[in-house]
């Protein structure tokens, strides 16, 4: 059974930063591209960014880019997604999904981040 289990949200004031991880089981981590997804209530899942199987060919959306870096370790079967220079805008629950940009085959349960003073 595939799991994947965002952790790391929380409450951080705005320019602050968090780091989430995503613990991945039950299938081969190290062969597939993953990604980080986000949604705000009301509104549909945005794509954050993604990265190769081998940690290559790292892609971000313009609105996280040079802000957010996404790493993974696949020794430990985990993705990371650090977050700097937080903003308001940047609230919403972030999942992690299995999957490059637009092809995602699972994702789990997400982690709420809340940007706010």
């Known amino acids: 059974e595939v799991q994947l289990q965002a952790s790391g949200g929380g409450l951080v004031q705005p320019g602050g930063s968090l780091r989430l991880s995503c613990a991945a089981s039950?299938?081969?981590?190290?062969?597939?591209?993953m990604s980080w997804l986000r949604q705000v209530p009301g509104k549909a899942l945005e794509w954050v960014s993604s990265?190769?199987?081998?940690?290559?060919?790292?892609k971000y959306a313009e609105s996280v880019k040079g802000r957010f870096t996404i790493s993974r370790d696949n020794a430990k079967n985990t993705l990371y997604l650090q977050m700097n220079s937080l903003k308001p805008e940047d609230s919403a629950v972030y999942f992690c999904a299995r999957g490059p940009k637009g092809l995602y085959s699972s994702w789990g349960p997400g982690t709420q981040v809340t940007v706010s003073s």
């Open positions: 990265i190769y199987s081998n940690g290559g060919d790292i």
């Open positions: 039950g299938f081969a981590f190290n062969t597939y591209g």
